[in-house]
């Protein structure tokens, strides 16, 4: 699975050099290794569908547990399928879609790196290897988001999903390491496991809500859920796979992935079930507002992600199967629409409602797949998404029965079943608008002289709409293949799952009527229901895109405050800050953990050599205070740096000793260096009373501080079987009588390869501010204002 | 610069033994006081003396490379010498070693030592450059 990964990796770097060569078949030749691969992934099916799981460990960095360690299940095989699969048709569609763009050879390397990012948060089962695969597809998606880089708006949409995805990335990765302390281990399968231990232990209730962050902010729940419909501004490909398959799948994914390890528990079902329902009623009632088509569709993938959410929560056999069911049966109906609405904006030059009609005759093949995906979405008989509805209604009533977590709140169940029918209803309105407005009624003219899209734009609609058709028809294949492995992966256990198509006259059934008839109803009276929502709209005047735009301006604002404080471009500020910040925070952790011990220093005892030294220092510094020149204060403070040489070498330490006189020596030439060309000293030094207390003050506690910590340091006893074992070592071992020397660049090596770093970054760094700074005047480039931007709802 | 004539006529004296005495305390660290950082410092020292006395565009010509060049040799070493572990499958840095003679009279030469004189030149680098871009700088 590692070379499946690293496979699609290689194929990317590879892609824009194909793509560059054969512009009119990149898509096709690039398609390659992604349908091998479906194929391959494919292969796995009956050995998964027969109860198998296959586990793959690559040692990483083993130390600290981190392996690139990869598991296939129901789950993952299912969402390994989805990746590819659609992936492939995506990379087809790519090709025709972006036709002539000069960027597209760029395109095919992000979206196959992308491709490979989310395979690995799939396949993965090392918390840390997912960690770094998650934030992998938030970089690969801003840079796709971001692919019309010319556009504010578009740089805007890929900040914001990045910002957010990523962020919520790292809250989840504080979550995620807890849950691999807590139950000692690193690997999902092995987690799995405790379950029991987690769900007692005190951290569960943090490891939940700092892991829920993360999955929510991906896959777009309420409050995170604003930046889904603005990555619409991605090229339509891009947003058919991110919506269909992939990217906001994958915090579902890992919600699902988690459910036996973490779920069942009462804060589990309440959080997800109430947020996944909100999260479709609104995701519902902002998509029939809309009137460009991939908007309508970007807030449907809100209201499909929440009932999803909703799914995990409930957690009862029936809501595990809806799981399996009704993921599929997004996955293709949302990749088709998602590529029909991109070919019909390819072929007429517009996505709005009202400029679209009569399309059927012009491009009837594009109508034909659409169709079959709007009914699917519709939730209409015998499509996949009729399967997903009625069994997500049995999920939601079958609340009030009781048995398996999730059972037993007959309340809730009846709040989710009641948003879940409102949901769909406005779900089927959307696909109305999708599909019958474009298609069906009158002929309208569009900008562009509509005619059928080429074979790359229509396979992949076709494709997957076919498919959710074929799936809800053949159920019996479904069931085996795909519901029964994923159920199975979701409750953690075995578990017995019946898919049918008619199952008498029951409430599900019951409530799909009733579903259609409000859907129906909702349609026909559209215009009057937009206007509604728009006044309810403009008079709650809330917006979490507006609210993101004022975080967004108050973290501008506090770090250009906290600039203006801390970096007021004199020196004497930097040193003073530093100085202060290190006295307090050592000296309150000093206090705070009663850390001060007193030495037994006996002053008397000391030889006359420490004595000797001690008072030349303190002369040398008082002389250093009241210098009235530079070259005095320089040349005392070089009479300190001389002393503590001699105090190096008086107590044994040569090598440190010359050390210290040498970069006196160096210091000397460097400060002559400097002081020739600064100003003079009168010029700035103005005695002033209330400076001068203030760096008294700060000087002295500074120097307290570091004489608390010297003496606490010297009363600890000194572990001397460290230095025996170098010191018995270093010839042996090191070849070498000198032990610092033999530690410096054989023992602890790399330390020093550190060191040289950062002796080397200094020098460049001089160099760079001498050098490299611009000649006059004061710099002149604008500070970053955050992008205004325009054209939101 | 200084235009001082007993300062230029010992500073090409001290140069040459500066340099021979950091070349010596570099070899002979790995035994006695010494080592790369010092025979690096005292080298730079030996370089900088070279351009107080007889001005930075000397010292480049006395040099060769520029500093940064030196700088990026030395860390080529340093990690060079990271790296040749990587032959026998050993871990990044891990010493690897050529022996000759027995007892007192044996010599050992080894990847620390090239690491060793990464460091030197690094040093020699990062302060030749602060200093000739103090130097250099028109006021």
């Known amino acids: ?793 | 610069m200084m235009d001082s004539l007993i300062l230029r006529t010992a500073t090409r004296l001290l140069l040459s033994l500066m340099l021979l005495f950091s070349f010596f305390i570099l070899l002979r660290g790995h035994n006695e006081p010494g080592g790369g950082f010092i025979g690096g410092l005292i080298a730079a020292s030996a370089f900088a003396l070279h351009s107080i006395a007889y001005g930075p565009a000397a010292l480049r010509q006395v040099l060769g490379f520029d500093p940064k060049t030196i700088v990026g040799g030395g860390m080529l070493c340093a990690i060079a010498a990271g790296l040749w572990s990587a032959f026998p499958g050993d871990a990044f840095l891990t010493g690897q070693w050529l022996h000759w003679g027995e007892g007192d009279a044996a010599f050992h030469v080894g990847t620390p030592l090239l690491f060793d004189i990464g460091v030197f030149l690094v040093v020699i680098g990062a302060v030749l450059t602060i200093v000739l871009s103090l130097e250099e700088e028109d006021v």
């Open chain 1, 1 to 793: 699975m590692l070379s499946a990964i690293l496979g699609i990796f290689a194929w990317a770097l590879v892609a824009p050099i194909v793509a560059g060569r054969s512009p009119k078949l990149g898509g096709w030749i690039l398609a390659i290794v992604p349908a091998a691969l479906t194929v391959w992934f494919a292969g796995f099916l009956p050995e998964i569908a027969a109860g198998g799981v296959v586990r793959e460990v690559v040692p990483w960095i083993p130390g600290l547990d981190v392996n690139l360690s990869f598991y296939l299940d129901g789950l993952s095989l299912t969402f390994a399928l989805m990746v590819c699969g659609i992936g492939t048709l995506i990379v087809i569609y790519c090709g025709g879609y972006l036709h002539g763009d000069p960027m597209l050879p760029r395109f095919f390397l992000y979206i196959l790196a992308f491709m490979a990012s989310m395979l690995g948060v799939v396949l993965a089962d090392n918390v840390i290897s997912l960690i770094v695969f998650w934030e992998l597809t938030s970089v690969t998606s801003f840079l796709l988001i971001g692919y019309l880089h010319d556009s504010p708006k578009s740089r805007r949409s890929a900040l914001q999903a990045l910002l957010v995805t990523s962020l919520g990335g790292l809250v989840m990765m504080a979550g995620l390491i807890l849950l691999g302390i807590v139950g000692g281990s690193f690997e999902l399968s092995e987690l799995a496991g405790q379950s029991d231990l987690l769900r007692e232990h005190p951290f569960y209730l943090a490891i939940l809500i700092l892991i829920l962050v993360g999955t929510f902010t991906k896959s777009a729940q309420f409050p995170f859920h604003f930046w889904l419909p603005n990555a619409m501004d991605a090229p339509t490909p891009v947003s058919a796979y991110l919506h269909s398959a992939t990217m906001v799948k994958a915090g579902v994914y890992l919600m699902a992935r988690l459910s036996p390890t973490l779920g069942g528990t009462e804060v589990w079902i309440y959080t997800l079930v109430g947020f996944g329902a909100f999260t479709s009623l609104l995701g519902a009632i902002l998509a029939v507002r809309q009137t460009d088509l991939k908007r309508v569709l970007a807030y449907t993938t809100i209201t499909a992600l929440g009932q999803l959410t909703m799914l995990i929560g409930i957690g009862s056999v029936y809501a595990v199967e809806t799981f399996a069911v009704y993921l599929l049966a997004h996955a293709c109906y949302k990749g088709a629409l998602f590529m029909g609405v991109g070919a019909i904006d390819h072929e007429t030059g517009t996505r709005e409602v009202g400029q679209l009609g009569g399309l059927l005759r012009l491009m009837p093949v594009t109508a034909a797949a659409v169709g079959l995906a709007a009914m699917s979405n519709a939730g209409l008989p015998p499509f996949l998404g009729f399967l997903g509805k009625e069994f997500m209604y049995s999920s939601t009533v079958g609340m009030a029965g009781s048995g398996m977590a999730g059972e037993g709140m007959p309340v809730l169940g009846w709040i989710a079943t009641l948003a879940m029918l409102v949901s769909n209803a406005l779900m089927l309105v959307t696909a109305g608008l999708v599909f019958v407005k474009p298609f069906l009624g009158p002929k309208v003219e569009t900008p562009k002289h509509a005619h059928e899209a080429p074979v790359s734009l229509w396979l992949g609609p076709v494709v997957l709409s076919v498919t959710g058709l074929a799936l809800g028809v053949f159920y019996g294949v479904l069931e085996r293949l795909f519901v029964v492995p994923v159920a199975a992966s979701l409750a953690g256990e075995a578990v017995e799952v019946h898919i049918y198509l008619w199952g008498g006259f029951t409430t599900p059934l019951g409530l799909s009527v009733v579903t259609v008839a409000l859907g129906v109803a909702l349609y026909v009276g559209w215009p009057r229901v937009k206007a509604v929502l728009d006044r309810i709209a403009r008079a709650l005047r809330y917006d979490s895109d507006s609210g993101w735009d004022r975080i967004l301006k108050g973290l501008v604002s506090v770090a250009w405050w906290q600039t203006r404080v801390i970096q007021s471009g004199y020196l004497r500020h930097y040193v003073m800050f530093t100085i202060v910040f290190t006295t307090v925070a050592i000296g309150a952790t000093m206090v705070i953990h009663r850390a001060f011990t007193m030495p037994y220093v006996s002053v008397l005892e000391a030889p006359y050599t420490a004595w000797v030294l001690a008072l030349t220092v303190i002369a040398a510094t008082s002389a250093a205070v009241v210098a009235k020149s530079r070259l005095v204060a320089i040349l005392s403070l070089g009479v300190v740096g001389v002393v503590i040489a001699l105090i190096f070498l008086l107590y044994g330490a040569p090598d440190v000793a010359i050390t210290q006189f040498m970069v006196e020596t160096l210091v000397v030439i460097i400060v002559a260096l400097v002081l020739a060309r600064l100003p003079r000293l009168t010029a700035f030094h103005r005695p002033n009373r209330r400076s001068a207390v203030r760096d008294a003050v700060i000087s002295i506690a500074f120097g307290a501080v570091v004489t608390a910590v010297m003496l606490s340091v010297i009363d600890l006893p000194i572990p001397l079987d460290l230095s025996e074992y170098f010191a018995t070592r270093s010839y042996t071992e090191g070849f070498g009588r000198n032990v610092v020397n033999v530690i410096l660049v054989d023992f602890r090596a790399v330390d020093t390869l550190g060191e040289i770093l950062v002796v080397a970054a200094a020098g460049l760094g001089a160099f760079a501010l001498l050098k490299a700074r611009p000649r006059r005047g004061p710099p002149e480039t604008p500070l970053p204002e955050t992008e205004r931007t325009g054209g939101r709802q």
